[in-house]
């Protein structure tokens, strides 16, 4: 067998190997990287409208969700100081893009799975436009659940009681958190065996931190301790917040708890820190993953 | 320098029972232009030696350059000139065969115009007309193989790494795909290749490594190889197994080497020289001595051979030596 002598190198690849993430791509590779993103996220997209079942079960469950939540529990759930349909919806609209989300997560475990991820990191793309195509693709379907789901609501009784700027910020700020939630689920993704976890974890998981939330009934309804988890619950931040931005609230208290309190503030924070904490550790992982 | 150069590569993974060596201090060396294949069971770190090159996976020690790149400080650099191909078909499902292909063209950075020239080139040149057009799901394994192959050649790569590019084919598929990896060596591509059957290295390669257990155990041409091994082996089965040491001894007297008699105690079978005139001695022995015989045949050395005599032990993987079997007949 040959040993061959290390004639030729460069002086540079005898430094030590560094281990430390590539620092962030220089603006000269911006053009890159919004292509190469776009690339992701067409490829994606297009996976769904070949998919029939996946695209009807996006459409439908949120239809589902709204009719089901205020003609059925409408009746019977009462909220001091406003109708329950009224209440209700910015819930149920929250609580369908956090799910929406989690398609992030269950999408790159797959990609994993089939191998096509390996495909991917072999090419010379920006290291970050498989996460970006794949959170991109989350957002466009949780803009059309909310379109959906408004449509729906307005359907049934629901109005937007303020101006139609802050009807704007309300989606945007449901968008935004979802889609800085994406990136968490993303990095689980990538962190599990198979695609099947994540959809039973998501649901172990987002279950209780959608229902024990302001969501479908109010926080002081609950038994102490819950009505505390409720009250620091960011679901319950999100909630409050889009309520107030639709104008939902009517003369409904806020309890007197400083997420509560500062609902807008409080979400504006929360979705910064996700993708602050979650953009770089997702782009790292992504560069050492491969599968099986 | 040769265009791929692999030192020391180690890899270890930690499991429960204490780490794993999946490499163990790999050399590797394939000089531009040229076929190499990695020849070894399941497991022995052939996948392995590919991930790292392929800039996938990076090495607990070692280093390893392609082209005068290390790929370790500069995978992006390395990306540029490399196609891959895995083990498992790296197809997007629900995108069409020119979807798939034109969209490793715009990962590449071809341009629109460039990128759907290159796909449907590609397309015609694999014979993949007819499926170019409808989602991958609905193909066949071997369509499958075609595609993922094609997208590893969207960007003219130097070097061409192809991991089990056969596995889990029918026969058909299997010629038809080596048919295409022969057309692609042809025009210079350096090509580094793993695979558990010597067939197919002896079939692609110029030159085979064998490894087992993370590291490199012999190397040399397929002829060099075979010398090592021997050539055909004569095997003959028995209708009774009480004959099996009268059998033996007829088999060692035209053979070259020790007869090993089966498991089963009633086949046993031989290296020879000059395979069918030694098929010939040893049926007219048999025959004068009157033992009966259910079944004699030649076969060519498998991988488990290969194994047999550098390491002493076989294989284990029994999928694999079913398979050796079907592919020799």
New interface residues.
Partial sequence: MSVIAPEGRQPENQQPRSHRPAPLEPPADLAMWFSDGWTVTKRNLTKLKRSPDMLVFAILQPIMFVLLFSQIYGGSIQVEGSNYTQYLMAGIFAQTVIFGSTFSGSAMAQDLKDGIIDRFRTLPMSSSAVLVGRTNSDLVLNTLSVIIMMGTGLLVGWRVNTSVGSALAGIGLLLLFSYSFSWVMALLGMSVKSPEVINNASFMILFPFTFISNAFVQAQNLPGPLETFANWNPVSALVQAVRELFGNTGTVPVPDAWPMQNALLTVLIGATLMLVVFVPLCVRKFASISSR | ??II?A?RLKKTYPSKSGPVHALDGM?L?VPQGTVKALLGPNGAGKTTVV?IL?????PTAG?A?IN?I?V??DP??A??I?G?S?Q????????TGF?NLE??G????LGARESKRRAQELIDQFELTEAGNR?VKGFSGGMRRRI?LA?ALVNHPKILFLDEPTTGLDPRSRLSLWGIIKDLVRDGTTLLLTTQYLEEADQLSDDI?VIDGGR?IA?GTADQLKAQIGGHRAVVSLVDASDAAAARQILGRHGDGEPVIGDDGRSIEVAVIDGPRALQYILSDLGESGIDLHDACMRRPSLDDVFLTLTGRRTEDTDETAHQKEAAA
């Fill in positions: 320098m040769a150069e030192e050399d060396s991930k392929t800039t996938l996976i990076q280093t350059h005068g290390d370790l400080r992006k650099a990306r540029r490399i891959v895995g498992y078909s790296a197809v997007d499902e629900n995108l979807e969209m490793v715009r990962l590449y950075h989602p993922d997208g490594a490199t190397e």
